[in-house]
């Protein structure tokens, strides 16, 4: 019992095999999935891919790094979007300074304007950050401050201080395909650390395919190696993790439902 909390299904890389694609997640143990919006402009395509017998949910928001592509969503724009039985959370948003640092300012308008919407509708919000702890958990700590929301750092590959702040404030973490990178030390240190109760498994398909399919396109039957090693590198049961992972996902995402 798995969920792919965190992929991409509208990238062109799904294009030819999408329903081949949820065969594979079915057969690996992949109950549900939820696919990332990264361009608001682009919502409703990814909205289509819902409609699916195969429980795929879905969430609202613009990637940082897309900001400078597309204009700037108002909380309340994001919000009404979010009035649908699929949409569970808000994002991917955030900052990230390792390919872009001339649009900071864009990034910060935006990344604000999606965490009022998560305030306002209490959907978690789904953060990306990279480059940027201090600004992330800034913003992250002053909003929160102001009013109360949930947020999962999802592909997590910051510091293990940016990680223990972000738990502090009761948000989530959320493990990729990197983390069986042989050559991850940080992340496996840290992620024998990270609470079990606060844990959640991903893929980023189609991206950072796990070990021992490193290089292949990733999609989300992967999500099984990712969540394998994890049990592994923590001393737990494979089953128990599982359960305990897929519980996570419907506490912070308690608006998904399986039929």
Same mark, same amino acid.
């Given at each position: 019992m798995l969920i792919d909390t965190h992929c991409h299904l509208d990238f062109n890389e799904f294009k030819a095999d999408f329903e081949d694609v949820i065969k594979r997640a079915k057969l690996?143990?992949?109950?549900?999935?939820? #696919?990332?919006?990264t361009? *608001?402009?682009?919502w409703e395509e990814i909205h289509k891919l819902t409609k699916n017998d195969f429980p795929i949910f879905c969430s609202v928001g613009t990637h940082p790094l897309n900001i400078k592509d597309t204009r700037i969503y108002k909380a309340n724009e994001i919000a009404d979007i979010c009035n649908n039985s699929k949409v569970i959370g808000i994002g991917e948003t955030g900052?990230?300074?390792?390919?872009?640092t001339e649009h900071k300012a864009l990034q910060h308008e935006s990344f604000v304007e999606h965490i009022l919407a998560a305030q306002e509708t209490g959907l978690p919000l789904i953060i990306h950050t990279r480059n940027a702890d201090s600004d992330t958990i800034n913003i992250l700590r002053e909003y929160k401050k102001q009013k109360d929301f949930s947020a999962v750092l999802?592909?997590? #590959?910051?510091s293990e201080k *940016?990680?223990?702040?972000?738990?502090?404030?009761?948000?989530?973490?959320?493990?990729?395909?990197?983390?069986?990178?042989?050559?991850?030390?940080?992340l496996h240190s840290l992620f024998k650390k990270i609470p079990l109760e606060k844990l959640l498994v991903e893929t980023d398909a189609p991206y950072l395919?796990?070990?021992?399919?490193r290089g292949k396109r990733n999609e989300p039957s992967f999500v099984k190696h990712t969540a394998e090693f994890l049990a592994d590198l923590r001393g737990e049961n494979f089953e128990?993790?599982?359960?305990?992972?897929?519980?996570?996902?419907?506490?912070?995402?308690?608006?998904?439902?399986?039929n």
């Open positions: 690996a143990g992949v109950i549900a999935m939820q #696919t990332i919006c361009n *608001l402009d682009q900052l990230d300074y390792y390919y872009d999802h592909c997590f #590959t910051s *940016l990680a223990m702040e972000s738990l502090e404030l009761g948000f989530y973490i959320s493990a990729s395909g990197i983390v069986t990178f042989k050559n991850a030390h940080d395919a796990p070990t021992p399919l128990h993790f599982c359960q305990e992972t897929t519980q996570n996902f419907f506490k912070l995402f308690n608006k998904a439902k399986l």
